[in-house]
């Protein structure tokens, strides 16, 4: 009974990712996607072979998790260091054979003296965009076929209708002789042609005879050293990592920011672990009064989520208005957050409130696990507060929360929230070259130098994650070999 | 007295004193939300003014929807990376099978390049999904759960398999001898005794949904489909001094559920990260 009912939960489910599957299968071929196309045709075979083979027993129960992990996990760590061998970013987005159509596109000029066309563009039963063309002469043509006036069928395309599909109007395109009928307004038309002619592998201007050749940099280049946008994507080798390292104007203010990184990292574990510690070993006395209440209350910033403690903390720190000038130092002028040095002391100041109250409830935890006896036996043997703080409790401690320690140490490497929240990453380091702050931890100026205004540079962004990545694993590896952790996880 | 001091007095004064640290941020964005001029300035002055004037103004920027969102993205990734974990780490626990040390070892490697780092390379991916499906691509929450979902198995299963372990195995096999299959021991037998450390995943799962800022950042653009982070953000880094009091009430508002999760289950977690470190 029991398992008739969980073959039927199971073929239910099963088959509703197959379901999902087939569908996914058929949007992904419609649009000749297929990379994703194989993904998901080989993930849907995984699930089927699992879930109705034999002998797949422990696989049934890790496969979900596994698929997930593969594809938003494991491929884009992966895609990430091979993008940062690439030049993938603003202006290089597109594959070589895109855009060169759209340098041939955009190299499109009205054709002199050739005759003025009015149109009107037509959206057609399905939706898609036609163009009605009609010469000097009082000839109409619809996409180039002759015909008396708009079909019926048809709808001729208003102003409000031709802004919001602008880009689809632009792109139309009626071949006659001698180029091709196309409009910028959707009222007045024109005969254009490409002034670029591609022909072996390289474009050359018809007007000029200035001849651009493919480069390695992804541009079609001419001699003198113009470049034709947008580029393409293209495997440049370790460029990225040579140019944050050679960039005169970029290594000094890169150097700062690895070395702020390690700082801001190791001062703030070490910050919140002693004030952590400090009120562990002061409130974590039997018989003291209240106890519950202090623990109950000062692990409140740790329960608020600290996105909106960093933002509240950059509206206290505020220089002009803020809470902490206006309302605690009677008006000063203190530049809290643009300062360079004492934004880095309010960023790790904020990021002392945010992690103590983690460590306090980490040390009491590890202090309570001390067994008494211990405790005792050093007392017997003549040992003094100080002496059983220093040779008995604190080693005893930081076994338990070694591995804690460096697992802090590997989020505050990357803790993107505080930085960006509170400062920004300002103030501004003015003479780089990209946009750097000097509070800037690396994570965050990757992201910057990913999404950040004004020119993306994906790739060089994917290198810095690479390095990143190399360090907290280099990190992580050391300390997990040395506590042990791969044993008693395989035992 | 100076012997109470020494044994007890003292140990008030620093408990109080890190009180004060701890509680004045949150005193002052309390009195600036009840502020009704609602400027960085005006709240300077501490419970100078009392009114719901902030809450209200809430309802004129897409709040409600960032706060929803917020709770279905987090509760949604929790829900379902506890489940994903959980069942990897029964498959860890109790079976035997090729890979098996190999799985583990990879886990523990893969879990150490946080998600975050690969933001570039998951913005590329799910723009490219959207090109074939736009209901689980860039712009949506579901691709962003799924997003989330990648890291489910990562440092969490480490946690789950050494409570797992702990578990008599001849609770299965009583229950096998009975008849019971494995998905059954799984579901019935497991799962439900491994609850305490499973509340702490989900919490810890929740918290950290809660909190990610890059990822829902670079996923979602349309204001009524943005989180709490993204939301909030955007309102304070427009305008810091103007919207200071609707952001101070939002920001309290939004505190709300992961503060009461948190008062639930802090017990667990101290238990469960301390107890997941010493074992692995």
Known sequence: MNDLRSLGAKLLLVGVVNA???????????VRDWGIFVVLLVATAAVDYVYFGRRTLATRYLLPGMLFLVVFQIYVVVYTAYAGFTNVGDGHNLTREQALSHILAVSEKRVPGSPPYRVQVLAGPDGRLHLLATDPRGTTTLDGEPVAGAPADHRVLQLRDLVSRQQ??????????GGSIRTEDGSTGYIARPTLRYAGGQLTDATTGTVYRATERGFFESDDGRALTPGWREFVGFDNYVRAFSDERLRA????????????ALLSVLTTFLLGLVLALALNKEGLRGRGVYRSLLVLPYAVPSFLSALVWTGMLNQSFGFIN???LGGADVPWLNDPTLAKVSVLLVNLWLGFPYMFLICTGALQAIPGEVV????IDGAGAWQLFRRVTLPLLLVSTGPLLVASFAFNFNNFTVIYFVTGGGPNVPEAPITLGSTDLLISMVYKVAFGGAGREWGFACAMSTIIFLIVAAISAASFRRTRALEETYA | MTRWFRDFGWRHVVGFAALVFALFPLVFVISASLNPRGTLTASVRLFADASLDNYRALGDIPYTFWFVNTLWIAGATAVATVLLAASGAYAFSRFRFRGRRLGMLGLLLVQMFPQILAAVAIFLLMAQIKGALPGIGLGTQWGLVMVYLGGAM?????LIKGFFDSIPRELDDAAKVDGASHARVFFTIILRLGAPVLAVIALLSFI???NEFMIASIMLQDPERKTLAVGLYGLVSEQLSANWGAFSAGALLG???SVLLFRFLQRYIVSGLLRGSVKG
């Open chain 1, 253 to 264: 203010p890169l150097l700062s920011v690895f070395a702020w990184t390690f700082a801001f």
């Open chain 2, 255 to 257: 505190a709300l559920p």
């Open chain 1, 326 to 328: 206006q309302g605690l």
């Open chain 1, 376 to 379: 005792e036996a050093a007392r």
């Open chain 2, 208 to 210: 950290a949904t809660v």
């Open chain 1, 20 to 30: 999902l599957a087939v569908y996914g299968l058929v949007a992904t071929y419609a």
């Open chain 2, 154 to 158: 990562g440092v969490n299963i480490f």
């Open chain 1, 168 to 177: 689809e109007v632009l792109a139309l395109r009626v071949p006659v002789e």
